[in-house]
């Protein structure tokens, strides 16, 4: 584990990985942290050094007053790879992470390789759906956090996957219950106000798109419409929820190797 110092505090990250090799840039999930990449790590680091970081808000990262935007967390990555002196990277993030990647594949072309955004949208939810949970988070605070907890495997993870391994479901839904309510709040605020329907013609690097076939959070149309919008861009399904990649594992691994090995 290592920290970066930002003006406002420390980004939480780890680096794995032969040096020298291309950095593939892991961002997590609302409500999980670095860990949740746990699976994919000993394969990406095989071919990849692997640089896993806790957004803003989650995990050891810092926590700040929110609301935060998907800019805001898109130039903390970009904070990182400079003190980190990384000049371009593969990026690959889920959910809120896909959210950052649209961003900076918009924004920050020049610093990336390929991009990979998994169970994701251009838009997700509305503010109908985010700011009654925003208010909720404040007010109940951490027991709010456990509420949410126990309702995330339904969402997080198919029935099947839930019942055949218990252990790693709630391995991925306690970090939920453990990330800070004034950051899990900033957040929701980033992911409710984000907005790339418009703009993602714009994205000029290699792109994947990945969704879950039963992935209620973030359906696989919303992934299709980002492969649709982006020239060139490719687009894989696995049977899964929302946390693909946990759920499916090692297909999902081999599916993300192979695209950014692509000539």
């Known amino acids: 584990m290592g920290s970066v110092q930002l003006a406002d505090g420390v980004v939480n990250y780890q ?36 640089l896993r970081y806790d957004t803003r808000g989650h995990g050891g990262s810092l926590v700040t007053p929110g609301p935060y935007s998907i800019e805001q967390l898109g130039g903390d990555v970009l904070a990182l790879l400079d003190a980190l002196k990384i000049e371009r990277a593969h990026f690959c993030g889920l959910s809120m992470g896909g959210l950052i990647g649209q961003w900076l594949g918009i924004n920050a072309g020049e610093r990336l390789e390929r991009l990979i955004v998994c169970n994701t949208a251009a838009k997700i939810g509305s503010p109908e759906i985010w700011n009654p949970r925003i208010e909720m988070v404040l007010r109940d605070g951490q027991a709010a956090m456990v509420g949410l907890r126990d309702a995330s495997i339904e969402r997080w993870f198919t029935k099947a996957y839930a019942a055949a391994s218990p252990q790693q479901a709630q391995r991925i839904t306690e ?80 599916r993300v190797i192979d695209f950014l090995l692509a000539r």
Not at 26 to 50: C, E, I, K, R, Y
Not at 215 to 221: K, L, R
């Open 15 to 50: 680096l794995e990985g032969p040096q020298g090799a291309p950095v593939l840039v892991l961002s997590n999930s609302l409500g999980t942290n670095l860990h949740m990449w746990d699976t994919q790590v000993p394969a990406f680091a095989a071919h990849f050094q692997v």
């Open 175 to 254: 970090m939920l219950a453990a990330t800070s309510p004034e950051g899990y709040a900033a957040n929701c605020a980033a992911v409710r106000d984000a907005d790339f329907r418009d703009r993602l013609g714009e994205i000029r690097v290699p792109l994947l798109a990945i969704a879950g076939s039963e992935d209620a959070v973030t359906p696989p149309a919303g992934s299709r419409f980002i492969q649709e919008q982006v020239a060139g861009a490719e687009y894989a399904e696995f049977k899964a929820a929302h946390l693909s990649n946990v759920e499916v594992g090692e297909p999902f691994s081999r």
